[in-house]
């Protein structure tokens, strides 16, 4: 595999879930990713889950999922297992990164699937040090800092929110190589960036 960051094929993805704590029971709910190189999309992955109880009703507000949509829809142990199929050996992205990586690896933890060892970098931290001057750095904000559509409405989906960061991403990569950071060996000396190597 190159290690130049440009070459690269990127799974960027986002959760939707349960809750906030993943050690507590809750657990994922949409999986919604996107594979990205050169600044193209070149594949999605977009699925609902079936968590197998009654959706908190903050939940239903912030994420525009309800009850009914997850009726009949596959259980998390099927669905992690193919999308982790599904991004091979990629570099992993994610907005606070932390965050989705703990329920993937919750879900790895109760079903014995093993662990997960790709490479997995935050935009949120590389926002941070990308931009250390401005003060916010939620999806939101950083659309409209890298001139990304976006609808509002449609946030808090997984499968628009990765499309989204997947976008951002790809300009953060070209501000990474004027900063003369250009492959992962390079990234990786910032561990608030690539929180998994």
């Known amino acids: 595999m190159t290690d130049n960051l440009k070459d690269l094929v990127y799974v960027v993805f986002d959760l939707e879930t349960t809750g906030l704590y993943p050690n507590s029971g809750d657990s994922i709910i949409e999986i919604g990713a996107v594979k990205i190189k050169n600044g193209i999309i070149i594949d999605r992955f977009d699925e609902l889950i079936n968590p197998n109880k009654i959706l908190n009703s903050e939940i239903v507000k912030i994420t525009g999922i309800d009850d009914s949509m997850l009726h009949g829809k596959r259980c998390e142990k099927d669905v992690?297992?193919?999308?982790?199929?599904?991004?091979?050996?990629?570099?992993?992205?994610?907005?606070?990164?932390?965050?989705?990586?703990?329920?993937?690896?919750?879900?790895?933890?109760?079903y014995n699937l093993g662990i997960i060892d790709n490479v997995v970098i935050d935009t949120l931290g590389l926002s941070r040090y990308l931009e250390s001057s401005e003060r916010f750095h939620n999806l939101a904000t950083l659309v409209k800092r890298y001139n990304i559509p976006w609808d509002e409405?449609?946030?808090?989906?997984?499968?628009?929110?990765?499309?989204?960061?997947?976008?951002?991403?790809?300009?953060?990569?070209?501000?990474?190589?004027?900063?003369?950071?250009?492959?992962l060996n390079d990234l990786f000396r910032y561990s608030f960036i690539v929180i998994r190597k």
Not at 87 to 108: E, K, Q, T
């Open 80 to 110: 992690v297992t193919d999308f982790m199929k599904w991004a091979g050996s990629n570099p992993m992205v994610a907005h606070n990164a932390r965050f989705d990586i703990s329920f993937l690896d919750m879900a790895y933890s109760k």
């Open 153 to 183: 409405d449609k946030h808090h989906r997984a499968d628009y929110d990765s499309e989204g960061t997947a976008l951002i991403f790809d300009q953060m990569l070209k501000k990474l190589e004027l900063n003369n950071i250009k492959t």
